[in-house]
């Protein structure tokens, strides 16, 4: 055994040789952590931030050290983006439906919960879109931009990767370009890749793809900018959606990972997110 594993295997009491008796070794007290937390509008999630805040108190969103997220994926979703100015670590405890991106709840050992856990960093995607009509919209999206198709015809779209035009014509259901951190979400679902959290890829992946009919899809490196052109837009219109942000009757997007903005996720020691990825990726 290495002597990095006997000190965490240490017990809580030491044997002092020449006293003859066992004097106990005080455990550190887990720091004082300015917390805020913030719930979706489920009732259990509601109730559990009541419950948690008369127990560890609330701090002022603007000046806590971590955000406390109750709710599910969604919600954890809709608490980055408030953090996207601030930069504050979220930790989220399941009080949903999902859950892959949060925590098992429990009201015990928050304190020392916190200070064990380790961080995920991750990177929006900044999608800018046309309208047909030429109006500009912008939008960060954590897990994926999705083009849709809006009508019972399927969408056309011309795909270039860097100014170079790699698919001519894409007929399909719809297209995305997803995030490691989305690859489990609705890019897995669309039969996408599932990425590692530090593999620097993005996911681009066809929605129900008609032609080319092989066309399964493509790993890009994160700093690739990928442009889509909606092809018969008067007669197949497309909408745009960056997570909460839909764009109708788009002409154009542009999509590319914004570097500059990096947002925490916190899991619990021995729980982290890349295991997750790598346990699902065994799921049957």
Same mark, same amino acid.
């Given at each position: 055994? /290495?002597?990095?594993?006997?000190?965490? #295997?240490?017990?809580?009491?030491?044997?002092?040789?020449?006293?003859?008796?066992?004097?106990?070794?005080?455990?550190?007290?887990?720091?004082? +952590?300015?917390?805020?937390?913030?719930?979706?509008?489920?009732?259990?999630?509601?109730?559990?931030?009541?419950?948690?805040?008369?127990?560890?108190?609330?701090?002022?969103?603007?000046?806590?050290?971590?955000?406390?997220? &109750?709710?599910?994926?969604?919600?954890?979703?809709?608490?980055?983006?408030t953090v996207m100015e601030r930069r504050t670590p979220v930790f989220g405890m399941n009080r949903g439906s999902v859950g892959f991106l949060m925590n098992d709840f429990e009201e015990e050992?928050?304190?020392?919960?916190?200070?064990?856990?380790?961080?995920?960093?991750?990177?929006?995607?900044?999608?800018?879109?046309?309208?047909?009509?030429?109006?500009?919209?912008?939008?960060?999206?954590?897990?994926?931009?999705?083009? &849709?198709?809006?009508?019972?015809? /399927?969408?056309?779209?011309?795909? /270039?990767?860097?100014?170079?035009?790699?698919?001519?014509?894409?007929? #399909?259901?719809? #297209?995305?370009?997803?995030?490691?951190?989305?690859?489990?979400?609705?890019?897995?679902?669309?039969?996408?890749? +599932?990425?590692?959290?530090? /593999?620097?890829?993005?996911? &681009?992946?066809? +929605?129900?793809?008609?032609?080319?009919?092989?066309?399964?899809?493509?790993?890009?490196?994160?700093?690739?900018?990928? #442009?889509?052109?909606?092809?018969?837009?008067?007669?197949?219109?497309?909408?745009?959606?960056?997570?909460?942000?839909?764009?109708?009757?788009?002409?154009?997007?542009?999509?590319?990972?914004?570097?500059?903005?990096?947002?925490?996720?916190?899991?619990?020691?021995?729980?982290?997110?890349e295991e997750r990825v790598l346990a699902e990726q065994f799921a049957s």
């Amino acid at each position: 055994m /290495s002597a990095a594993n006997t000190r965490k #295997c240490k017990p809580p009491f030491d044997f002092d040789v020449r006293l003859g008796l066992r004097s106990l070794v005080t455990k550190p007290t887990p720091p004082q +952590i300015r917390i805020a937390f913030a719930a979706s509008d489920r009732p259990e999630a509601q109730a559990a931030r009541e419950r948690l805040t008369a127990r560890y108190g609330a701090a002022d969103p603007a000046d806590a050290q971590v955000i406390v997220a &109750l709710g599910g994926d969604g919600f954890m979703l809709e608490t980055l983006h408030t953090v996207m100015e601030r930069r504050t670590p979220v930790f989220g405890m399941n009080r949903g439906s999902v859950g892959f991106l949060m925590n098992d709840f429990e009201e015990e050992g928050l304190l020392e919960r916190l200070a064990g856990a380790g961080r995920a960093v991750i990177h929006p995607l900044q999608m800018d879109a046309w309208t047909e009509a030429g109006q500009a919209h912008s939008g960060l999206a954590i897990n994926e931009v999705s083009l &849709l198709r809006q009508t019972r015809q /399927s969408a056309k779209l011309r795909i /270039s990767v860097d100014s170079r035009v790699r698919l001519e014509e894409l007929s #399909c259901d719809g #297209c995305m370009l997803a995030t490691a951190a989305g690859s489990t979400a609705y890019n897995l679902s669309a039969h996408g890749p +599932i990425i590692p959290l530090d /593999s620097r890829v993005l996911a &681009l992946t066809p +929605i129900s793809a008609f032609r080319p009919r092989r066309w399964r899809g493509a790993l890009l490196p994160h700093q690739s900018k990928v #442009c889509f052109e909606v092809l018969e837009p008067d007669k197949r219109p497309v909408s745009a959606t960056a997570d909460d942000l839909e764009v109708r009757r788009v002409a154009r997007v542009e999509v590319r990972e914004r570097r500059d903005i990096a947002l925490t996720m916190l899991f619990d020691a021995g729980r982290s997110f890349e295991e997750r990825v790598l346990a699902e990726q065994f799921a049957s």
